[in-house]
């Protein structure tokens, strides 16, 4: 399978800090790349997805001015939470895919967010 | 509005202990329905896409299978290494939209 890697895979900031979250793929060039947010015990919500080039597509209910998403090249993308708040400690996932695989997607190991 | 069930939330198995995990959808239009494994504190790895009702795929002890309303992934003789949450989700419309259920958590004991 393909592999994308995420970093850090933690990180503890701050309350009004901004924390920048990377997700790379690195066998492939993905076209469109996702960013997930998981609480405890639920499932995966999708925040957004991004496709290289062009602006981030927001689900309802993402804040897009504290959620920065940019997707300068086809094996890059990166989740900036600005002025971070404890509520917005949680498990970030970005995940890949690339029109040559199918349809599947592929996942980073994820970053645990903790404001304080 | 698509939506992924999945049943049951937990499952304690003993070691070589068979058993079924079951995931019911409703989706407008089924791109793909893909199976993932997931341990704590890592992201999702995947495991298998079912395009069709019929559909069947294998991988080690691991067997998901598909009908038209839901899926199973059969795990036949587990090992304690087996056990993690495994995540169903559902591909629909264009394959970007991607519907993910709370997951089973697995649990085999020795």
């Known amino acids: 399978g393909a592999v994308v890697s995420q970093h850090p895979s933690w990180v503890i900031c701050k309350s009004g800090t901004s924390v920048k979250i990377e997700c790379r793929s690195l066998?492939?060039?993905?076209?469109?790349m996702f960013w997930y947010r998981q609480f405890p015990k639920q499932s995966l919500m999708l925040m957004a997805t991004?496709?290289?080039?062009?602006?981030?597509?927001?689900e309802q209910g993402v804040e897009k001015d504290k959620f920065l998403i940019n997707h300068a090249s086809l094996t890059l993308s990166t989740l900036t939470v600005t002025s971070a708040h404890p509520e917005d400690s949680s498990f970030y996932i970005c995940?890949?895919?690339?029109?040559?695989?199918?349809?599947?997607?592929?996942f980073g190991q994820g970053t645990r967010l903790t404001v304080v | 509005e698509d939506q992924v069930t999945q049943s049951p939330e937990a499952l304690r198995l003993q070691e070589g202990e068979s058993s079924s995990l079951n995931c019911s959808y409703t989706?407008?239009?089924?791109?793909?329905l893909f199976w993932y494994r997931q341990d704590p504190g890592k992201g999702p790895e995947f495991l298998f896409t079912?395009?069709?009702a019929g559909e069947e795929k294998e991988k080690e002890r691991l067997k998901a299978t598909l009908t038209k309303k839901e899926s199973f992934l059969h795990i036949t003789a587990p090992k304690p290494e087996d056990s993690a949450t495994y995540l169903c989700?559902?591909?629909?419309?264009?394959?970007?939209?991607?519907?993910f259920g709370i997951g089973t958590k697995l649990q085999v004991i020795p």
């Open positions: 989700a559902v591909g629909s419309g264009g394959y970007q939209k991607v519907t």
């Open positions: 995940s890949a895919i690339t029109q040559r695989m199918n349809t599947e997607a592929f």
């Open positions: 079912l395009y069709s």
């Open positions: 989706v407008s239009g089924l791109r793909g």
């Open positions: 991004s496709n290289e080039g062009s602006k981030a597509t927001y």
């Open positions: 066998d492939f060039q993905a076209t469109t």
